[in-house]
C-alpha cells in the first residue's frame, strides 16, 4: 500500500509506468506535509512562555480563567475554523481515493486499478487489473494480430467470469477502496480464490478450445457459459464438452457471433 511506502520507495512508484499513484496522490501528500508542517508551528508556540500573550489574543475572553484551558490551548475566534486534513479514523490510502477520485474524472478502468494498487495481494482484485491489462497493440507491419481484446476485458464481462452475474461494478470497487476488501466479500464469499480458480479455469478452456482472448472478453462465450449453468450443466460437464471443440467449429463460431440467434448456434455446436 502507498501508506507503507519509503519515501524513496514512493518516488519511485510515481516515476514509474504505472498510472498510480498520480497526481491526486502527490496533491494529497503535498497537502499533508503542509498541513503537518502548520501543526509544527502550532505546537513550537502554544503553551511557550514567551508567547502567552499572544495565545491570549486567541481566546475568547482570555483574561477570564475559566476560559483558560489546563494546557493554556488557545481557543481560536468564533469567526475563524481551521480543519486538520488528516483524520485518525480514516486510511491514508482512503484520502489519496478520494482526492484522486474528485480532483480527476475516472475512466472505468481507474477504479480497479487503485483498488488494486491499495490491495496488491487481493486474488479477486489481481484477477481484475490482469485481464483489463490485456490489451490489444497494434501489430507492426509483417507482424501476425495478437488477437487481444481493444481495451482489455470489460469490468461487467470479468464479474460474469467470477460470480456468474455483473454485480461487481465500478462503484463496488469504489466502495472497496473506500470502506476495505471486506466489501468484496459480500459478492464473492469467503473463499473468493475459488470463484478467481474457476474464472480462470473457464478462460483456459475457451483458450484451449480455440477461442481468442479478443472473442472471450466480449462476454458471448461466458453468457453461455451462464446460460447452460442455469439450465443444470455441471462445470465438469462443461468443461469436457469444450474439450471436443475442433477448430473449425470454434472459427465458425467466431464468425457468427455477431448474430442475434448466437445462444442458438453455441448450442447447436457445442455439446
Not at 524513496?8 to 510515481?14: A, I
Not at 497526481?23 to 497537502?31: F, K, R, T, V
Not at 502550532?42 to 476560559?67: F, V
Not at 484477477?127 to 490489451?135: G, L, N, P, R, S
Request: with cysteine; proline share 4%.
Amino acid at each position: 500500500m502507498l501508506v507503507d511506502l519509503t519515501v524513496k520507495e514512493f518516488l519511485s512508484k510515481v516515476a514509474g509506468s504505472d498510472p498510480v499513484p498520480g497526481g491526486g496522490s502527490i496533491a494529497a501528500l503535498n497537502g499533508a506535509v503542509a498541513s503537518a508542517l502548520a501543526a509544527m508551528v502550532a505546537n513550537l508556540t502554544i503553551g511557550k512562555k514567551n508567547y502567552e500573550e499572544a495565545a491570549r489574543k486567541w481566546q475568547k475572553d482570555g483574561n477570564k480563567p475559566k476560559d483558560k484551558p489546563e494546557e493554556y490551548t488557545p481557543k481560536a475566534p468564533a469567526h475563524i475554523k481551521a480543519r486538520y486534513p488528516l483524520n485518525n479514523e480514516i486510511l491514508i490510502q482512503t484520502l489519496i481515493t478520494e482526492v484522486n477520485n474528485t480532483s480527476v474524472k475516472w475512466e472505468k478502468g481507474d477504479f480497479a486499478r487503485q483498488a488494486f494498487a491499495m490491495y496488491p495481494d487481493n486474488e479477486v482484485l489481481k484477477f481484475i487489473a490482469k485481464y483489463m491489462d490485456m490489451q490489444h497493440q497494434k501489430a507492426k507491419k509483417g507482424e501476425a494480430d495478437d488477437m487481444l481484446p481493444n481495451g482489455g476485458f470489460k469490468l461487467t464481462t470479468l464479474s460474469k467470469y467470477l460470480i456468474y452475474s455483473a454485480d461487481i461494478k465500478e462503484s463496488v470497487l469504489a466502495e472497496t477502496c473506500k470502506y476495505g476488501e471486506g466489501i468484496l466479500t459480500k459478492y464473492v464469499g469467503n473463499e473468493p480464490e475459488k470463484m478467481v480458480e474457476r474464472a480462470e479455469k473457464i478462460i483456459k478452456a475457451g483458450v484451449d478450445a480455440g477461442f481468442t482472448y479478443r472473442f472471450l472478453a466480449k462476454g458471448f462465450f461466458i453468457d453461455w457459459v451462464i446460460k447452460k449453468n442455469n439450465q443444470g450443466t455441471s462445470f465438469t460437464k462443461l468443461l469436457e464438452m469444450l474439450k471436443k471443440i475442433k477448430k473449425e467449429t470454434t472459427n465458425s463460431i467466431m464468425k457468427e457471433a455477431q448474430k442475434h440467434n448466437f445462444m442458438e448456434i453455441l448450442n447447436e455446436k457445442i455439446k
